[in-house]
């Protein structure tokens, strides 16, 4: 063979060994997989997990299952680790295929507010709470807003500026078609839930016992309550807080307010002082028919003090109106003495009937007083000598204003005066004044 065709034939052998190696490379690149994507496994809801609820180490299968997520996609804030959320509380309502955050768990308990303050939950909703992103450990204004009905006007002032969110009562819920918020259909549950909405219809504060009283006067009072959010940075904090400061209203203010009291009202008078009188009563009982000397006026009646302006114009006050008077009824101890019980006349003794001579212990009967015969008046004669049915008694109510109240005396009619009977209660006082029972008013 010709050395010619030597070249010739080596020269192809290395051109198509080149064009292998070339073809080899092109192919091996085009076919290059993509690196493997980084997963972890990371604990979520297995079911609804109510707020407040307790974890304990032993049901957390109960409660939550392991999912695996892209790295990158899991929250920074999210626990990876289930044995992390053993023996905590939930901070808020943890939906199903949910991931927990550090912040939605509590080990020392649902409600832990801090040193010398107190928990209080207030209703609050979404447009009221910053959109719902205040949040647990998140310090918030708290801006009231008041309608005065005096002044048909709304007041808005800052009822606290510093206030710490211990809890939150909140829905996550994503956003149906259409734009409208719905509830999701059974059994199933949205992969969007940090692009729906919170329903925060709950907010519990830590305040001190001060602005407990407050607080619990607001909800009362029908205040409306808007949570402000301000930086959560210290000293950028401090310059909102130190913008509100000189806006909150003293207590007493807040307590005006709420009460819909004005400066530019008139504040209540001093009470008026009532007028008083000595009017002089029985210290004791005094019979019918007694003298009311100044001996006895002396030693058993008092003066008592009594409203001027009550004193009625039918009783005797002064020793002038009770002296050398004769009681014309009993004297009630402690009672003023109305003028009719009063009589300037001395009492009639009572008549005696003379004794028969002949007969000692016998009196003398009507008839033969009357001027008939000693038969037709005696009692074996035919003269009908039956005693004739006795009057009934009549009886007058006395209604009496004293300093302890008002007081219904009765008295029966007698020919020498009223006699005193007792007190009677107001029912029988007003049952004789309108008739009732068949008993004529009198």
């Not at 049901?59 to 990876?80: G, Y």
């Not at 719902?132 to 005096?150: C, D, E, H, N, R």
């Not at 008026?272 to 028919?289: C, G, L, M, N, S």
């Not at 049915?389 to 008295?411: C, L, M, N, S």
Request: with cysteine; net charge neutral; aromatic share 4%.
């Amino acid at each position: 063979m010709k050395p010619k065709n030597l070249v010739l034939i080596a020269v192809a052998v290395v051109c198509g060994l080149a064009a292998a190696f070339l073809t080899a490379r092109l192919t091996a690149g085009g076919g290059k997989r993509e690196p493997a994507v980084d997963m972890v496994e990371v604990p979520v809801a297995a079911k609804d997990i109510p707020i407040g609820t307790k974890l304990p180490q032993k049901e957390l299968e109960i409660f939550f299952v392991k999912k695996n997520f892209p790295k990158d996609a899991v929250p920074p804030s999210a626990v990876l680790n289930m044995e992390d959320l053993a023996d905590k509380r939930t901070m808020r309502p943890i939906r199903q295929n949910e991931t927990v955050s550090t912040g939605d768990v509590n080990a020392k308990g649902f409600i832990d507010p801090p040193d010398g303050m107190v928990l209080m939950t207030t209703p609050i909703s979404l447009d009221q709470s910053a959109s719902g992103f205040a949040l647990p450990g998140y310090k918030v204004m708290v801006i009231a807003t008041k309608k005065s009905q005096k002044k048909n006007l709304e007041i808005v002032f800052p009822l606290f500026i510093d206030a710490l969110i211990l809890a939150v009562d909140t829905n996550p819920t994503a956003p149906a078609a259409g734009g409208q918020q719905g509830q999701q259909g059974s059994g199933q549950q949205s992969g969007a839930t940090a692009a729906g909405f919170q329903n925060v219809s709950m907010i519990s504060l830590a305040v001190t016992p001060q602005q407990s009283i407050l607080l619990a006067m607001a909800a009362r009072s029908e205040v409306s309550l808007r949570l402000g959010l301000p930086p959560q940075d210290e000293q950028k904090k401090q310059v909102v807080i130190d913008g509100y400061r000189h806006l909150v209203p003293t207590q007493e203010e807040i307590f005006n307010i709420m009460a819909d009291r004005w400066p530019d009202e008139e504040k209540h008078s001093e009470p008026v002082k009532v007028e008083t009188v000595k009017v002089k009563v029985p210290a004791e009982a005094i019979a019918r028919d007694t003298r009311l000397t100044q001996e006895l006026l002396d030693k058993k009646f008092k003066a008592i003090d009594y409203p001027k302006d009550l004193l009625p114009d039918s009783v005797a006050t002064e020793d002038k109106d009770l002296l050398d008077q004769y009681a014309a009824a009993e004297l009630v101890p402690g009672l003023m003495v109305p003028r009719p019980h009063l009589s300037k006349a001395e009492p009639k003794k009572p008549e005696v009937l003379p004794a028969n001579p002949e007969k000692p212990h016998e009196l003398v009967l009507a008839g033969a007083k009357a001027g008939q015969n000693d038969e037709a008046a005696s009692p074996k004669g035919d003269t009908d000598t039956t005693a004739a049915d006795p009057k009934p008694k009549e009886y007058v109510f006395v209604a009496i204003t004293t300093p302890q109240g008002k007081r219904y005396q009765k008295f029966e009619v007698t020919p020498k005066g009223n006699k005193y009977v007792g007190d009677v209660t107001e029912d029988d006082y007003q049952a004789t004044q309108e008739g009732r029972d068949g008993k004529p008013a009198r």
